[in-house]
């Protein structure tokens, strides 16, 4: 089974800041990463398919890159709405998520 | 638009079993594009995917629960279910279904049923 690993766990961050956090795979995924960010009490919601390619109505803020086996999601200005925890998923093999990136306000 | 809807018990007993029902509206599960899933999420901790079916029954599931888990689906009711047995505390979680898109893309999202397994 592949394995997602994702860094930092949490941080603290400031609206205005550049955000960005990491996602390894324990093999080769080629770009079958996807993102999304859950809010307390909500549902996940599906921010970037495909390592970079965003979904419609995600604020261009928002970013993802990679491949292989190291992938980064990056809010370019981070914004109060975005205080979330932030997941990734590989879709290469089955699927398996990472155990997600808190994003807290500074 | 399209909904999904988890039902069921929200309180099991150990060594029993849960059985959980997704009621899709807006659009027909018998799609030849999607498949149709289960994630959990245990409180304060990350997302498992359970398990996906298709329409015609085509079934995958997750390794580390596949001998626990049977996914059904029931197109006359635009339904799909999810059987685990043999709860412990472990089981206890946040049971979401889903649609699978293509690369196991999730897009729609039940709102959610904690399932809390107690004597």
């Known amino acids: 089974d592949i394995q997602m690993t994702q860094s930092p766990s949490s941080l603290s961050a400031s609206v205005g800041d550049r955000v960005t956090m990491t996602c390894r795979s324990s093999q080769a995924i080629g770009r079958s990463l996807n993102w999304y960010q859950q809010k307390p009490g909500t549902v996940p919601k599906l921010l970037i398919y495909g390592a970079s390619t965003l979904e419609a109505g995600v604020p261009s803020r928002f970013s993802g890159g990679g491949a292989v086996t190291d992938f980064t999601l990056t809010i370019s200005s981070l914004q109060p709405e975005d205080f979330a925890t932030y997941f990734c998923?590989?879709?290469?093999?089955?699927?398996?998520f990472g155990g997600g990136t808190k994003v807290e306000i500074k | 638009q399209l909904q999904l809807q988890e039902s069921g018990p929200r309180l099991v007993k150990p060594s029993e079993s849960l059985s959980l029902t997704c009621t899709v509206s807006?659009?027909?599960?018998?799609?030849?594009?999607?498949?149709w899933g289960w994630v959990r999420q245990p409180p304060g901790k990350g997302l498992e995917f359970i398990g996906s079916?298709?329409?015609?029954?085509?079934?995958y599931y997750n390794s580390s629960l596949r001998s626990r888990v049977t996914i059904s689906v029931d197109t006359s009711r635009n339904q799909f279910s999810l059987r685990l047995t043999s709860l412990t505390a472990a089981d206890t979680a946040v049971y979401f279904c889903?649609?699978?898109?293509?690369?196991?893309?999730?897009?729609?999202w039940g709102q959610g049923i904690l399932v809390t397994v107690s004597s």
């Open positions: 079916i298709f329409y015609r029954g085509k079934t």
């Open positions: 807006g659009a027909s599960i018998s799609s030849d594009d999607y498949y």
């Open positions: 998923q590989q879709a290469y093999s089955s699927t398996s």
């Open positions: 889903a649609r699978r898109d293509t690369g196991y893309t999730l897009r729609y």
